[in-house]
């Protein structure tokens, strides 16, 4: 089967511009996750969908960052504007299920702010 | 808030030699996954555990979860040079990912 799609691969952007990230989850995954890892860190979990509806947000900064996954789909990140401090790589994941089953991830979207 | 510490940060082993990475979360976990991210690459699930005490095997990786379901390792036997990654654990359902350990095998 296929795996997790993200684009792009890679964005540079100037501070205060925005900026949207895409990913398509494997077909039939219910789930799909948003994490932002930086460099030298692990994943931090940003936004968590069951379908088309969020589950978890606690840890996405809501004054610059958005999510959304209106067909239960495919899934967009925004920021808009972007800081320095926003310079990581954006994981998109999918799993079948809850969040308790395995968790399938994309290769990311490495973002410079510059 | 909550906290998964890992340690070490960085693990430097001869090839055939091995390696351990211990995590340790400030308040109980309801479960436990495993990932490895090699250089350049996402995070690859290796495993998840979920009961008290429990023990699991794959091939030369054995993970455990403590009895108090706020601590996990994962023990490498006679590490090669495919084992070179960073592996992270993660609770709770992906909530909240430790910090890592960085494995370097030396051939």
């Known amino acids: 089967e296929a795996g997790v799609a993200q684009s792009p691969r890679y964005k540079i952007i100037e501070k205060r511009q925005s900026v949207a990230f895409w990913c398509n989850p494997i077909?039939?995954?219910?789930?799909l996750y948003w994490y932002q890892q930086i460099l030298g860190q692990g994943p931090k979990l940003l936004i968590q969908?069951?379908?088309?509806?969020?589950?978890?947000d606690s840890q996405l900064p809501k004054d610059r960052f958005s999510a959304e996954r209106l067909k239960g789909v495919d899934s967009t990140l925004k920021i808009q504007p972007a800081k320095l401090e926003d310079s990581a790589v954006y994981l998109c994941?999918?799993?079948?299920?809850?969040?308790?089953?395995?968790?399938?991830f994309g290769p990311g979207t490495r973002l410079t702010v510059t | 808030g909550q906290q998964v510490m890992q340690i070490p940060q960085y693990q430097h082993v001869q090839e055939g030699e091995d390696f351990t990475t211990y995590c340790n979360s400030s308040t109980t976990l309801s479960n436990i996954q495993w990932y490895k991210q090699r250089p350049g690459g996402h995070p690859v699930f290796l495993i998840q555990?979920?009961?008290?005490?429990e023990v699991k095997k794959q091939k030369r990786l054995t993970f455990q979860f403590g009895e108090a379901k706020k601590n996990s390792s994962l023990h490498i036997t006679a590490t090669q040079t495919t084992d070179v990654g960073t592996y992270f654990c993660a609770g709770t359902n992906n909530l909240f990912f430790g910090t890592g350990t960085r494995l370097t095998v030396i051939p």
């Open positions: 555990l979920v009961k008290s005490g």
């Open positions: 077909s039939g995954h219910a789930t």
């Open positions: 994941a999918s799993s079948s299920r809850g969040p308790s089953y395995e968790q399938y």
């Open positions: 969908f069951q379908n088309n509806g969020v589950v978890d």
